[in-house]
T-cell receptor
């Protein structure tokens, strides 16, 4: 089974500061990697994902994540956060099963709070 | 394009009762997965249905069951409810391909008293 560790349960930052949310996984097989965001009383929304190719993936709202196979990490970064980025962020892993989307293994989540 | 619809949004049940939750996926999506979210255990996979067949199952007791209908709508049932079953139950709808996005519903908040 896969295991996903999000090292920080809470990350408080001031608006316009950079932020990094850390994610490490353990797997003996090839994996796909995802970051999801959850706003209060909402479901999960996909932020970005790594399937193959370039190890740096970006979202449309300024977030990026880099897949590091040797360190089994997929950290999420944003150079300048906004108050609207306040939410809980989940890192997830699924086994590489070709084109089939397998079950997702989630980390425990990181609550990002952006202060004015 | 309509999103994933989960009903009901909120539910209060008594220990020992059973409950059925519903998920209507996005039109054209044949895969529906269910997840349980609790503060203590986080997000845990329950099961996945694809074209009416259970394709994958998590590590939950047999009290948790599900099914999928020919129109891809899915239901999950929990029998003999326990206090620990209180959680947000999320359903994810997808084509089943990793190359397309899986969309989550807003969830059903189940409280067992």
């Amino acid at each position: 089974a896969q295991s996903v560790t999000q090292l920080d349960s809470q990350v408080p930052v001031f608006e316009e500061a950079p932020v990094e949310l850390r994610c490490n996984y353990s797997s003996s097989v090839s994996v796909y990697l995802f970051w999801y965001v959850q706003y209060p009383n909402q479901g999960l929304q996909l932020l970005l994902k790594y399937l193959s190719g370039s190890t740096l993936v970006k979202s449309i709202n300024g977030f990026e994540a880099e897949f590091n196979k040797s360190q089994t990490s997929f950290h999420l970064r944003k150079p300048s956060v906004h108050i609207s980025d306040t939410a809980e962020y989940f890192c997830a892993v699924s086994e590489d099963r070709g084109s089939t989307l397998g079950r997702l293994y989630f980390g425990r989540g990181t609550q990002l709070t952006v202060w004015p | 394009k309509a999103g994933v619809t989960q009903t009901p949004r909120y539910l209060i049940k008594t220990r020992g009762q059973q409950v059925t939750l519903s998920c209507s996926p996005i039109s054209g999506h044949r895969s529906v997965s269910w997840y349980q979210q609790t503060p203590g255990q986080g997000l845990q996979f329950l099961f996945e249905y694809f074209s009416e067949t259970q394709r994958n199952k998590g590590n939950f007791p047999g009290r948790f069951s599900g099914r999928q209908f020919s129109n891809s709508r899915s239901e999950m049932n929990v029998s003999t409810l326990e206090l620990g079953d209180s959680a947000l139950y999320l359903c994810a709808s997808s084509t089943g391909s990793v190359w397309t996005e899986a969309f989550f519903g807003q969830g059903t908040r189940l409280t067992v008293v």
